[in-house]
């Protein structure tokens, strides 16, 4: 079963960092995009930021709200991904998802992405004096 | 950036009823290369992360049940639950994946009438 596993939310002030880490479990991390996506209290969903897959050498693409701020990297060996996230506003906070991006690579093999079918279970961040 | 509109922000049916959900990009999400719409349909459940219903627009999620389909005409797309049961009580989003930043509609509310 694939399961993905958020950890490392928490109160933070304004102005503080913070580092989500997300476990993946009953996939082969390196062959998929990741993604984070944030949902403020009460709010809709906010595409944060990717990590595309080791055939694409891990490159990463942010929202404009993040860029600059936040950081998306792994490590292959723990099958995890992070989100490093500094100069946090109050406007950051919200639940953090971790999620699957799908894909396939057709008869000629080129990779196609997919939709969000994976989800961890998030974790709340709250940017508060 | 791609805009998704959804409507309407709020819906209730009565139970075994037909629920329409509408979504509308901003610009085309057909990808050429494959012909094919980059158009999810989610459902979250109060207090759980969403869940994938719908893919390309009209392809159902293994173990969705078959009254969920997804159907789209340009730029509109449209998910119908053909037989509202009690527990399709959630909150629908629509997002679209051709291209980042990856955006999502403001989410549709369904509620039994």
């Known amino acids: 079963e694939v399961q993905l596993v958020e950890s490392g939310g928490g109160l933070v002030q304004p102005g503080g960092s913070l580092r989500l880490s997300c476990a993946a479990s009953g996939l082969t991390f390196s062959d998929h995009y990741m993604d984070w996506v944030r949902q403020a209290p009460g709010k809709g969903l906010e595409w944060v930021g990717r990590?595309?897959?080791?055939?694409?050498?891990?490159?990463?693409e942010y929202a404009a709200s993040v860029k600059g701020r936040f950081t998306i990297s792994r490590d292959e060996s723990k099958n995890s991904l992070y989100l490093h996230m500094n100069s946090l506003k109050s406007e950051d906070t919200a639940v953090y998802y971790c999620?699957?991006?799908?894909?396939?690579?057709?008869?000629?093999?080129?990779?196609?992405?997919?939709?969000?079918?994976?989800w961890g279970q998030g974790t709340m961040v709250t940017v508060s004096s | 950036d791609i805009v998704m509109t959804q409507s309407p922000d709020s819906l209730a049916v009565s139970l075994g009823e037909r629920a329409t959900v509408n979504c509308k990009s901003s610009?085309?999400?057909?990808?050429?290369?494959?012909?094919?719409?980059?158009l999810a349909w989610y459902q979250q459940k109060p207090g759980q992360p969403p869940k994938l219903l719908i893919y390309w627009a009209s392809t159902r999620e293994s173990g969705v049940p078959d009254r969920f389909s997804g159907s789209a005409s340009g730029t509109d797309f449209t998910l119908t639950i053909s037989s509202l049961q009690a527990e399709d009580v959630a909150v629908y989003y629509c997002q679209q994946y051709y291209s980042t930043p990856l955006t999502f509609g403001q989410g549709t509310k369904l509620e039994i009438k």
């Open positions: 999620v699957r991006v799908g894909g396939y690579y057709d008869s000629s093999g080129h990779y196609y992405i997919d939709a969000f079918d994976i």
């Open positions: 990590s595309r897959n080791k055939a694409n050498s891990y490159t990463t």
């Open positions: 610009q085309s999400v057909l990808y050429s290369s494959n012909n094919k719409n980059y």
